[in-house]
């Protein structure tokens, strides 16, 4: 991680980040189609040039306190575990360029779904702990969001075929 930036943004009161080349896009918040049926921490769903995109609460996913997010906070768009899906996070704080400076590794089996793979400190001194854009997402629950995309997809096709037939 060493000479890396990143792009720093708050959740639940805790300071996290991702390796900035692996943020797409900072979206502001779409309207959402909530899923049904779905877990808690798919907030619901959007178009991104035409895809589905799960918006994701990392709050609800890492059982922190949760937020009240409003219409303000925004969404960071990502491709985790094979799925284009945004993380749903109260701001984006900034971005931190790593320069000479290396992250603090945190190893294997140090933190839940080893999705923390790092901690740095900010020009403050308050520590931000990089998350691993392919394992906050356990293979379980990319699945269920997976199915949810393809359950939504369906039935919008449905929906357009019904229109086409009676137009």
């Not at 921490?41 to 589905?52: L, M, N, T």
């Not at 945190?106 to 998350?131: K, M, P, Q, S």
């Not at 969001?145 to 369906?154: I, S």
């Not at 919008?156 to 075929?161: I, N, P, V, Y």
């Amino acid at each position: 991680m060493e000479g890396e930036t990143l792009l720093t943004f708050t959740v639940a009161s805790w300071r996290l980040a991702l390796p900035l080349a692996d943020v797409k896009r900072v979206l502001p918040l779409p309207v959402l189609e909530p899923p049904l049926g779905g877990p808690s921490f798919v907030e619901g769903f959007f178009d991104y040039q035409g895809a589905p995109v799960a918006a994701l609460r990392l709050d609800r996913m890492f059982g922190l306190e949760e937020e009240d997010l409003g219409v303000y906070s925004p969404l960071l768009l990502l491709e985790a575990r094979n799925l284009m899906v945004a993380l749903h996070v109260s701001k984006v704080d900034g971005i931190l360029n790593l320069g000479e400076r290396r992250a603090q590794p945190i190893g294997r089996n140090e933190t839940f779904n080893d999705c923390i793979v790092g901690r740095v400190a900010d020009r403050r001194g308050d520590t931000i702990y990089v998350l691993s854009r392919e394992e906050f997402l356990l293979v379980e629950e990319g699945a269920r969001v997976n199915a949810l995309e393809t359950m939504r997809k369906q039935r919008l096709g449905a929906l357009q075929s019904e229109h086409a037939h009676a137009g």
